[in-house]
């Protein structure tokens, strides 16, 4: 980005052809400057981004780098809040935009994003006749039993999304898989739930520290 590249031309490009018309680099100056409301030169973005500047570098600043493009060291932080948000959007498993093609890739996926909590998280995938996975929700944080789970919280948030299956994800902080009794009891009241609303509970997926268990590979749910 050379020093013709005034913010208002930016702006306009993003208003004109949207955000997704912007390169990293007009893209990281306009968040700077706009979003964050710094006031962050030219000079100073050049002077750690390059031409084939990559947003995904953010997460490997030094320090120096930091202090580089921000003169005031007060507001550093704004910028390491930044990049964090890009990492978790990084992270974001990839089965939230597309399709749940087995319930072994999906669990390999949900040990990589919960496999290592000491809070025990209850979520539901709510997906369409193809299993395209429409929206996702956390349901519960703490200790999971069957009493602090209603099925009508899961059903509704299915509803929402006029969802034809949905699929139940908690991990097991221990890291220990295997199913407890509040386990088999929620999944069964779901199921029940499901089989009266004609929306199929597909699967419930415990996630361990290092594996998972699946109800529909164990044909827990027959």
């Known amino acids: 980005m050379n020093e013709t590249t005034s913010l208002p031309k930016i702006l306009h490009k993003a208003k004109t052809f949207s955000p997704a018309a912007l390169t990293d680099q007009e893209l990281l100056y306009l968040t700077l400057n706009k979003i964050l409301n710094l006031s962050i030169s030219l000079q100073q973005l050049n002077e750690i981004c ?15 780098e930091w202090k580089l493009l921000f003169k005031d060291q007060t507001v550093t932080w704004k910028g390491k809040v930044l990049c964090e948000l890009a990492s978790r959007i990084e992270k974001r498993p990839k089965f939230t935009l597309g399709r749940v093609t087995s319930s072994q890739c999906l669990g390999q996926q949900l040990i990589e994003e919960l496999g290592m ?27 999971l039993d069957g009493a602090t789970v209603h099925p009508r919280e899961i059903f509704n948030f299915a509803l929402r999304y006029s969802a034809a299956r ?23 009241r779901l199921k029940k739930c499901g089989d009266l609303m004609g ?22 749910l027959d």
């Open 166 to 188: 949905l699929i139940i994800v908690h991990n097991h902080p221990s890291g220990d898989p295997t199913p407890s009794t509040n386990d088999l009891n929620l999944t069964n």
């Open 117 to 143: 909590l000491q809070q025990e998280v209850l979520l539901v995938l709510v997906l369409d006749t193809k299993n395209q996975v429409l929206g996702r929700k956390v349901i519960f944080r703490g200790t």
């Open 199 to 220: 929306i199929q509970l597909l699967d419930h997926l415990i996630v361990g520290s290092l594996t998972y268990l699946s109800f529909q590979e164990e044909r827990l």
């Open 50 to 64: 390059d031409q084939e500047f990559d947003l995904r570098q953010l997460k490997y600043f030094s320090e120096h």
